[in-house]
């Protein structure tokens, strides 16, 4: 069977030319970028050729603002550590509480270790309250961490306008945006529109680069202590001998990313015309997310009275690869904390599914989609003791009231 | 995590949402034993309902002879439940012969589930029992008498442990002996206490002191856990003198002059200096300059 991939949050296919462009570095090309010698000069060539492509792709910021790291998470919690470790007198941390675990989890490790940390909240349609943003800002916050766009909604935050807002209230607070799930699917300027942002993280396979490989920018001037010591690699911002190979990789998909940022619209219309179809087919479907501005690539669909992980099993049975929100398919028991902020309605809350596109992806792909998940939404409602199956409704005795708090 | 489910699994899931004949997807009209467990809030749900062949003289001797369920959940609570079924209907069970079947026999019967999705298979053995001790009261049996002790009953009074799923502690400790668990993950994967917010894990009283106390070890935990600290607080109040003075500014100078030319202003906040304001139609420029010189030289003006 063939797979129908529509996960590309989650990674993305390798693009072939990017296998292309490592492959020497895996076989011939093997010196260490460091040595004196002829031999590693190429090597070193690449890398600084990596860093190009990568700060062109930001909006042409000069390259030496282009730190290489192993991930996002890397790049996360280098940011937000190392920002803390430079300035240890401030004590106040700015984030929201829909932030990827990488950010999330890390602000609230500083919690425990005595940092005042304020999780913003969310409204239905995913948004940040800009006036409940400005009251929690404060002229001795530290870092203001908040992502670009949500890897499970796609919702995104005017993180130019935020930052702006951060630095006229103190020049000294640094402001730290997450962009892993925006970086190659729309255009971001560091020079221009974004010219706000201190530090920037993302990852390499959300673009079609190998999983193993991220970067962060850092501003020029940002106070910002290192997580890896014990070399001078990267201008002795991230010890640690260069992974050669995936950093070309990263830049060759940067490049590629650049040439393809076109592809947004035909993305787009992928997208709009899967949500439009699906909507149109399936009753009580919300669509997370379809108030506020979007990726063009994402559809966060929540299902009422279903549960995720049987429909992405069904979907599987045909070749589709998604994901869900739901407890069952999280390991942690909990459905989706980026759909509990957003207070998405109990009743859906476990049959989120999210379908995420890219530039491989075909419109048969996307009709094959909108052939076969009405008919699974419909196989689960038979089998749920809340669908009354003869009227095509939730039975009358469905809950549908708030659920008691804990 | 990526599906471990059996062949087997597999199978009785896509028959059974598929309604291929011999499943037992739905509902028995006007059943003798009808019971119900889990809740949508908490991601799975079970309803169960079976029909006897109802014996003349002695309600003892009734055999089922039909089982149903509608099922609110993942892949292998589906399967779990279908599987529940089937085991009553061959094994031609009295309900209260029924009842022996067991979590371990549906896990059997399924070729295996992964551990984390033990609890979906534990569903299927408690609304079973339910559903026996509604069968029961229709049919005037007395169950203590028939040798049996049904023991969910007024376990929903116990006091709650996991909070986050409802879970009682009355539950939790038949449940850690029954199914001879002796890990907190044990809890978690077979009965899902505990697989949230992790506050109950090691408080007192909490998980790790009832596998102690089942298991014959010492409790460990006394006093309380270190609290964590509170989420911020709001940024300091912003002094209430000057704010009403830009209130006033605004109100009498900056508000009439620009509502003259259609727009508008709010002031969203103030922090020390900084006057954070919403503005239409109007000049950020001409807002801070008439502060600067009504109130003082330092204010400045952002505009949100």
Known sequence: MKTIYMD????????????????PFLTDQYFNPSSAYEQARPISAALNNARREVAALLGGVTPDQITFTSCATESNNWAIGGVARAQPQRRHILTTAVEHPAVLEVCKDLARQGYEVTFLPVDRSGQLDRDAYIRALRPDTLLVTIMHANNETGVLFPVAELARIAHETNPAIVFHTDATQAIGKIPVDLTAEFEQVDLLSFSGHKLHAPKGVGALYSKRGTPIRPLLIGGHQENNRRAGTENVP???????????????????????????????????????????????????NT?????????GESILYQLNEHGICASSGSACTSGSLEPSHVLKAMHVPFTAMHGSVRFSLSRYTTATEVNRVIEVFPEVVASLRRISPYWDAARDAPRPTAPHEPPPQP | MAWEYSEKTRQIFMDAVHGKPGTHMGEIEKPDGFGEHGSIVCGDALRFSFRVRKHATDPLQDVITEARYLTFGCTSAIAASEALCTLIEQGQFTPIHALKITTQDIVRFLEGLPAQKIHCSVMGAEALESAVYNWAQKRGVDLAQAGVQLQTKGEDDGRIVCKCFSVTEPYIRRKIKELNLRTIPDITNAIKAGGACASCHHAPGGLQDLLDEAWGRKPMSGGTAPALPAAAAPGEPSPFQLYKHIEQVVAQSIRPALQHDGGDIEVVDVKDDLVYCRLTGACKMMVERTLKEEINEHLRVIAV
Do not use: F, M, S
């Open chain 1, 8 to 23: 590309n949050n989650a990674t993305t296919a390798i693009a072939p030319e990017v296998v292309a462009a490592l492959t």
């Open chain 1, 299 to 307: 559809l966060n669909l929540a299902c009422h009275y279903i549960e």
């Open chain 1, 246 to 296: 995936y950093i070309v990789a990263l830049g060759e998909a940067c490049r590629l990313a650049a040439l393809h940022l076109a592809d947004v619209d035909r993305i787009r219309g992928l997208r709009n015309k899967l949500e439009a179809a699906l909507v149109q087919r399936i009753p009580y479907l919300e669509v997370n997310g379809r108030d506020a501005p979007r990726l063009p």
